[in-house]
């Protein structure tokens, strides 16, 4: 009897908690809609209070008339240059050539059609066309007319048009100054062909869509929008500063838009009403199904595990009842198994490698000096050289060797961390001394990166040796003109060091056996490089993450610790302070 009251309980509770789950969605979607009911109250505000518009509008203006300074600049310059007579009266002189080259350059801008020319009687006299040029008067002159167009002056400038874009032409302006005396007894004037659109187009980042328009008003009435084609004003019409004589920034204001959001918000809120009895609805009935197959879940994770199925893990969700609590504990019992697996056949590997590269290290270590010391012996007596360049090579074998005896020694045997704290300047300083001059010789490009201020706990002889035999990998893996590079950051408690490179990069399934002893995917490669240093940075408490790619490159990512483990907080918000000072 005690037992049902158990299960009845248990299922009391599940009940209990699905059922605050439902009023945990509806309390959630009344916080949604009430944070978006008030986001669109303040957006509304921000709208009406108008201080963000005033500031676009204001910038905008100066937008508008930096543009207009920039061209006046350009057009005294030209009108100014003292090459510019000689191109009037002598078109053929080595200063007329000077003066077309300039008129070329500035010709060339995408905010211009060209540089024209006029006489005394305001005709077209020449042109030097820009990249934009196009219609009348570069491919005809028919339709081209400047007789009729509104006509302003500021500061000594005078400002013709606009034309407005017709029959497939683009709209225009035409600034005009009179050029200084070209010696011929008239008056000769050089004019920049702007187009309008280039200055139009700065008011499109002013305004607030829908609801504010800006728009450019000219001479004779004329308004136009962002495109630089003549609009139609359907709002009130608000005065802005003006640019030039005649020419007006304007804002139109439809004030019927913005109460519109307000009638689609209700009519939304509505939906989303109407939505949230539904989802309730259906996740009662969704939940007497779920509590199934969570079941059977477990069930069949356990079958999986006993059958020998390591990496099976089951779902555990964000639920903290009793169902996700097995789950998480089934999880955490797989997870520690298999790592105890691993870590022991792991352990026992290395174990018999070790033995054996000690060995293997020892009794060849002997023979390998004595053979050196002959060879070097034998190259100072030798007269003969051939034989001399022989005994070189020879000499050079027997170094190789060493070293691979060497990196089976650290192998089998290595040495016991010292940590301390370690500065990343200094490393990265160490490093790039004896890495700057290997990547120089493979013509490869080698930098350090980050904040150089950040501090490690580790072995500062262990750690140059980790950078030094990762960044040579990187170094080797690169083709000419590649780049290689360490960066340092921050993350919490703990600072990450990058080497990344652009080199072949790793097959996909390498990246498991690069870390595995004696494998390489070099010829000349001892396959022990990349496994002493992960030896290394274990025992300095850190973790090594490899990610790669064939053709796009490696990027091997280390992590430890910034400070020293078990640290007091006094020490650590001392430390912290310090820091503090320093970065003030």
């Known amino acids: 009897?005690?037992?049902?009251?158990?299960?009845?309980?248990?299922?009391?509770?599940?009940?209990?908690?699905?059922?605050?789950?439902?009023?945990?969605?509806?309390?959630?979607?009344?916080?949604?809609?009430?944070?978006?009911?008030?986001?669109?109250?303040?957006?509304?505000?921000?709208?009406?209070?108008?201080?963000?518009?005033?500031?676009?509008?204001?910038?905008?203006?100066?937008?508008?008339?930096?543009?207009?300074?920039?061209?006046?600049?350009?057009?005294?310059?030209?009108?100014?240059?003292?090459?510019?007579?000689?191109?009037?009266?002598?078109?053929?002189?080595?200063?007329?050539?000077?003066?077309?080259?300039?008129?070329?350059?500035?010709?060339?801008?995408?905010?211009?059609?060209?540089?024209?020319?006029?006489?005394?009687?305001?005709?077209?006299?020449?042109?030097?066309?820009?990249?934009?040029?196009?219609?009348?008067?570069?491919?005809?002159?028919?339709?081209?007319?400047?007789?009729?167009?509104?006509?302003?002056?500021?500061?000594?400038?005078?400002?013709?048009?606009?034309?407005?874009?017709?029959?497939?032409?683009?709209?225009?302006?035409?600034?005009?100054?009179?050029?200084?005396?070209?010696g011929l007894g008239q008056n000769t004037s050089v004019g920049l062909h702007v187009r309008l659109a280039s200055l139009t187009e700065l008011l499109a980042s002013a305004g607030v869509s829908g609801v504010i328009d800006p728009l450019l008003?000219?001479?004779?009435?004329?308004?136009?929008?962002?495109?630089?084609?003549?609009?139609?004003?359907?709002?009130?019409?608000?005065?802005?500063?003006?640019?030039?004589?005649?020419?007006?920034?304007?804002?139109?204001?439809?004030?019927?838009?913005?109460?519109?959001?307000?009638?689609?918000?209700?009519?939304?809120?509505?939906?989303?009403?109407?939505?949230?009895?539904?989802?309730?609805?259906?996740?009662?009935?969704?939940?007497?199904?779920?509590?199934?197959?969570?079941?059977?879940?477990?069930?069949?994770?356990?079958?999986?595990?006993?059958?020998?199925?390591?990496?099976?893990?089951?779902?555990?969700?964000r639920r903290r009842d009793e169902i996700s609590t097995v789950a998480k504990a089934f999880n955490t019992m797989a997870w520690q198994l298999k790592d105890l697996i691993d870590r022991t056949v792991r352990a026992e590997k290395l174990a018999v490698l070790g033995q054996f590269a000690t060995g293997v290290a020892h009794e060849v270590r002997n023979p390998l000096a004595t053979m050196k010391t002959t060879v070097q012996a034998l190259v100072r007596k030798e007269p003969d050289g051939?034989?001399?360049?022989?005994?070189?090579?020879?000499g050079h074998q027997i170094d190789r060797l060493s070293r691979v005896v060497n990196d089976l020694l650290a192998y089998g045997r290595p040495g016991e961390a010292c940590p301390q704290v370690t500065e990343i300047r200094d490393l990265f300083?160490?490093?790039?001394?004896?890495?700057?001059?290997?990547?120089?010789?493979?013509?490869?490009?080698?930098?350090?990166?980050?904040?150089?201020?950040?501090?490690?706990f580790v072995d500062p002889d262990q750690m140059l040796q980790i950078l030094l035999n990762i960044g040579i990998n990187a170094i080797q893996a690169c083709q000419p003109d590649g780049t290689v590079s360490l960066r340092a950051e921050r993350h919490k408690d703990q600072v990450e060091i990058r080497i990344t490179d652009d080199g072949a990069g790793i097959p996909k399934e390498h990246l498991l056996d690069v870390v595995q002893p004696f494998f390489t995917m070099k010829s000349k490669g001892t396959g022990l490089g990349l496994t002493i240093s992960q030896q290394l940075v274990e025992s300095n408490n850190g973790t090594i993450n490899i990610e790669s790619a064939p053709q796009e490159g490696t990027t091997i990512t280390l992590k430890f610790p910034a400070t020293k483990p078990e640290t007091s907080k006094e020490e650590t918000s001392k430390n912290a302070s310090q820091d503090q000072d320093s970065d003030r």
């Not at 543009?67 to 030209?78: E, G, P």
């Not at 100014?80 to 077309?100: C, D, R, Y």
């Not at 838009?257 to 009935?285: C, G, K, M, N, S």
């Not at 051939?386 to 020879?394: F, S």
């Open 1 to 182: 009897m005690s037992g049902f009251h158990w299960s009845r309980n248990q299922r009391l509770s599940l009940v209990g908690r699905y059922t605050l789950l439902s009023v945990g969605v509806v309390v959630c979607a009344l916080l949604a809609l009430s944070l978006f009911y008030q986001r669109f109250s303040n957006e509304l505000i921000d709208r009406l209070t108008g201080e963000r518009l005033s500031a676009q509008v204001a910038a905008t203006s100066n937008k508008l008339s930096a543009f207009l300074d920039t061209r006046i600049y350009q057009l005294v310059t030209l009108s100014n240059h003292p090459a510019m007579p000689a191109f009037i009266e002598a078109p053929n002189s080595p200063q007329a050539e000077e003066a077309l080259t300039l008129l070329r350059v500035e010709a060339d801008s995408p905010d211009l059609y060209g540089v024209l020319f006029f006489d005394w009687y305001d005709n077209l006299d020449r042109l030097v066309a820009g990249q934009a040029a196009s219609g009348p008067p570069y491919w005809s002159k028919n339709g081209w007319d400047i007789s009729g167009l509104p006509r302003v002056e500021h500061e000594g400038i005078e400002f013709i048009g606009p034309k407005l874009p017709e029959n497939g032409n683009s709209g225009w302006i035409l600034m005009r100054a009179h050029i200084r005396d070209t």
């Open 217 to 317: 008003r000219t001479p004779g009435g004329i308004v136009l929008d962002a495109t630089g084609r003549p609009t139609e004003v359907n709002g009130e019409l608000i005065e802005g500063p003006s640019i030039l004589p005649g020419w007006n920034l304007v804002m139109s204001v439809r004030p019927g838009t913005i109460l519109q959001p307000i009638d689609e918000t209700r009519f939304w809120l509505a939906v989303t009403a109407a939505v949230i009895i539904v989802v309730i609805l259906a996740i009662f009935f969704a939940l007497s199904r779920s509590l199934r197959r969570r079941v059977d879940t477990l069930v069949q994770g356990a079958h999986s595990i006993a059958s020998g199925d390591l990496y099976y893990r089951l779902p555990e969700g």
């Open 386 to 394: 051939e034989r001399k360049t022989l005994l070189d090579d020879m």
């Open 429 to 456: 300083r160490q490093s790039s001394r004896v890495l700057i001059p290997v990547a120089k010789e493979a013509h490869v490009r080698f930098y350090t990166s980050g904040d150089s201020r950040l501090t490690i």
